[in-house]
């Protein structure tokens, strides 16, 4: 299935559904979130990080939990268009930071933020909660 052009400027394009996001972030050089408000942690950055890819962000909660500014990608301030553009042009240049980057966002998601240790953290949560030792 072919990409099209979306926005009416020709700087986007729509490549539909995809059956495998590995693909998705193989084709892609930087993972860009420009989130306006926070809602959770995007699962786009987490298949992002996963793909090693080096990620840009605004500074909403969820993306800003995730990303360390200068470590795994760079964090700007949300609505701040001329910000964004210059975090995406500094990463576009500089091959030696995506990869570095890429990786650490790699590192950081296995290191404490896969399934299994997000469910611990859960559960911890909810063991001091309520007061227990132990929940099974």
Do not use: N
């Not at 909660?61 to 500014?69: I, L, N, Q």
């Not at 553009?85 to 890429?102: F, K």
Request: hydrophobic share 45%.
């Amino acid at each position: 299935r072919g990409a099209h052009a979306v926005g009416g400027r020709g700087g986007g394009h729509w490549h539909g559904r995809a059956a495998d996001v590995r693909e998705v972030w193989r084709r892609a050089a930087i993972c860009v979130l420009p989130a306006r408000h926070g809602g959770g942690m995007p699962r786009a950055l987490l298949e992002a990080a996963a793909c090693a890819r080096p990620l840009i962000v605004t500074d909403v909660a969820g993306c800003k939990d995730f990303v360390r500014d200068g470590v795994e990608g760079l964090v700007v301030p949300a609505g701040d268009a001329a910000a964004l553009a210059d975090a995406l042009q500094r990463l576009a240049g500089d091959a030696d930071m995506r990869e570095r980057m890429g990786e650490a966002a790699r590192l950081r998601l296995l290191h404490g933020y896969t399934h299994a240790q997000l469910r611990e953290a859960l559960r911890a949560a909810y063991q001091s909660l309520l007061g227990k030792k132990a929940m099974r």
